[in-house]
Nanobody, 114 residues
Framework: QVHLVESGGGLVQPGGSLRLSCAASGSIFTNMGWYRQAPGKQRELVAAITRGGTTNYADSVKGRFTISGDNAKNTVYLQMNSLKPEDTAVYYC??????????WGQGTQVTVSS
């Protein structure tokens, strides 16, 4: 059974940094990524990484966020720098299992406010 554990959210001032982690278990994962959903808005892709290391970013976070993965630990990280109030959202980990299936984490709140 696939299980995802997210950590690293919190409250930070504009211009600050946070690092999110998502540890996955129960399978081998081909793609891992982060989505976010702000109040009243649709869930959107923030960044994703393949098992081979290819990355993809939303235009709004390019140059500020960095996604990385540790295949041995089945863990994906999202380093978020130069945070802005508009980055405030619930951030969700999302993974594709090699055995089939797509899974979501429980979400972690990121609030950027002075």
């Amino acid at each position: 059974q696939v299980h995802l554990v997210e950590s690293g959210g919190g409250l930070v001032q504009p211009g600050g940094s946070l690092r999110l982690s998502c540890a996955a278990s129960g399978s081998i994962f081909t793609n891992m990524g982060w989505y976010r959903q702000a109040p009243g808005k649709q869930r959107e892709l923030v960044a994703a990484i393949t098992r081979g290391g290819t990355t993809n970013y939303a235009d709004s976070v390019k140059g500020r966020f960095t996604i990385s993965g540790d295949n041995a630990k089945n863990t994906v990280y999202l380093q978020m720098n130069s945070l802005k109030p508009e980055d405030t959202a619930v951030y969700y980990c999302n993974v594709d299992s090699l055995l089939g299936g797509n899974y979501w984490g429980q979400g972690t709140q990121v609030t950027v406010s002075s």
